[in-house]
């Protein structure tokens, strides 16, 4: 639910941070910093609860520290338990819509964090029996943030809410390798010109083209997965700067056994919190992935569109399903506009990298306070390459056909034939035959037998889809 169609009654309730007073409206659960934070950062109008798995995350390590808390005799059982059961409400769906702060903000993420810690106090305190703002009770600091920093509890969530988001994206990845081996396999006997700088090559089958796709796709999940486990390294205790001022010795290693617990992730505790807490090497390398399976999705889009041009005056080896009209003054014009709107996402991707090295570098002493626009940039960029996928694999490569006939056309008529003849005829007379068939105009295959070169038998043999697309054994 949006907060601005929330039904409000009017009534609020006053609170008070360091910049003075200001009233609530009762029915909202975030308070006086979140509000601030809302007229502060109007910026992408993209919201934290765009991204569900990051609020579940801070969720995860809030219950993890209030479990911590109580466990080292720090918060008493009673309040931890009411965080620990509001963390589990907003886990199970509810209030998401409370969470309204700008994924882009300034202060290295406390809006952020203060938003949940708002949200969190206020429902603990209605299940303690108190009215929202009664933060004696429960406190969005005292309580929900204690033995915390924005700067340890943020990037602990953002890990955490990345350690799930990569595997739906790769679970995607691996639907559309499928879909790409299984035209390899369709179009197995389809023989089909190769090209080398958009001139013509030698002979291939489209099976291989479309099994190339999926191969060079099948080494991204590789790659996301490895990634994915720098994430797993979290700086829980670390506090401010990681010298874990105000958190109890203990607290880092109890925390981190807690969210293991809480999550059914592998997280391990940073050897070195100062490192852990001012550097964003995984966020690199795992923006980075994302950049690399972008550009090889790009590249195979860029290849459909050629493949697919025409219907009569480009290539027309292959149809993408038609999908919408193509032009408003144009008539029975369709256009390849999956695969473009696939680019354009990976045009995006590149882009969010660029920002993502950026902010990175940006990084300052004990702190690097550019996280949010990393953070920004790392959700969206899984967000539309997972959709994008989903949508190239159901509305685009399933439904591709081969115009069969019009491919080996193209390979009979085609002056690279004369490549597949090289080992019987040499390079020279090879040559002088492709020169003969520019000139003419004639078909290499006809100059051949024209010109008493080899017998129609042979000629037939060596030219068989099967023995072009794959090596075999030469005259000597």
């Not at 801070?58 to 338990?81: I, S, T």
């Not at 090497?281 to 399976?293: E, T």
């Not at 090879?430 to 000629?459: N, P």
């Amino acid at each position: 639910m949006d907060i601005t169609n929330m039904k409000l009654s009017g009534m609020t309730r006053r609170e008070h941070d360091l910049l003075g007073d200001m009233d609530v409206p009762v029915e909202y659960y975030f308070g006086i910093q979140t509000m601030r934070a809302l007229e502060n950062f109007n910026i992408s109008r993209v919201h934290l609860c765009f991204f569900p798995e990051f609020i579940n995350a801070l969720a995860d390590v809030k219950e993890g520290a209030a479990m911590a808390n109580r466990d080292l005799g720090l918060l008493e059982p009673v309040r931890a338990q009411a965080i620990i059961d509001a963390c589990r409400e907003i886990k199970s769906g509810r209030l998401h819509d409370q969470f309204v702060v700008d994924m882009v903000q300034g202060g290295a993420g406390t809006s952020t964090n203060m938003n949940a810690n708002e949200v969190i106090a206020n429902r603990a305190l209605e299940l303690l029996g108190h009215e929202k703002g009664q933060y004696k009770f429960c406190h969005p600091n005292n309580d929900v943030n204690l033995s915390q920093s924005t700067n340890d509890a943020y990037p602990t969530s953002i890990r955490i809410a990345m350690l799930r988001s990569l595997p739906k994206l790769v679970g995607q990845l691996k639907l559309l390798i499928d879909v790409f081996a299984a035209k390899g396999r369709e179009f197995a006997g389809v023989i089909k010109m190769g090209r080398t700088q958009l001139q013509d090559a030698v002979p291939m089958t489209l099976g291989q083209e479309f099994e190339a796709y999926a191969a060079t796709l099948r080494e991204e999940v590789e790659r996301i997965e490895q990634n994915a486990r720098l994430f797993l390294e979290i700086n829980m205790g670390a506090t401010a700067i990681g010298t874990g001022i105000n958190a109890d010795p203990d607290y880092a290693a109890t925390c981190t056994r807690r969210l293991r617990e809480i999550t059914g992730l592998p997280l391990v505790e940073a050897v070195n919190m100062i490192e852990a807490t001012n550097d964003t090497g995984a966020f690199i390398m795992n923006s980075s992935a994302l950049k690399r399976l972008a550009v090889k999705l790009s590249k195979i889009c860029n290849d459909l569109r050629l493949m697919s041009s025409g219907p009569r005056c480009g290539l027309g080896e292959i149809n993408l399903p038609p999908m919408q009209p193509g032009s408003s003054i144009m008539p029975g014009k369709v256009n390849p506009v999956i695969p473009e709107v696939m680019n354009q996402i990976a045009f995006r991707v590149v882009g969010n990298d660029i920002t993502v090295t950026m902010a990175s570098e940006a990084g300052q002493l004990e702190l690097n306070v550019m996280e949010p626009i990393i953070v920004h940039c790392l959700f969206e960029s899984i967000e539309m390459l997972g959709n994008g996928m989903n949508t190239l694999r159901e509305k685009c490569i399933a439904g591709i056909t081969a115009n069969e006939e019009h491919c080996r056309n193209m390979v009979y008529n085609s002056i690279g034939l004369v490549t597949a003849l090289n080992p019987y005829l040499g390079y020279e007379k090879s040559t002088e035959l492709a020169q003969k068939a520019l000139r003419t105009g004639k078909g290499v295959y006809d100059l051949v037998l024209e010109m008493g070169l080899i017998s129609r038998d042979e000629l037939d043999d060596i030219l068989k889809p099967e023995n072009m697309v794959r090596p075999r054994k030469m005259p000597k």
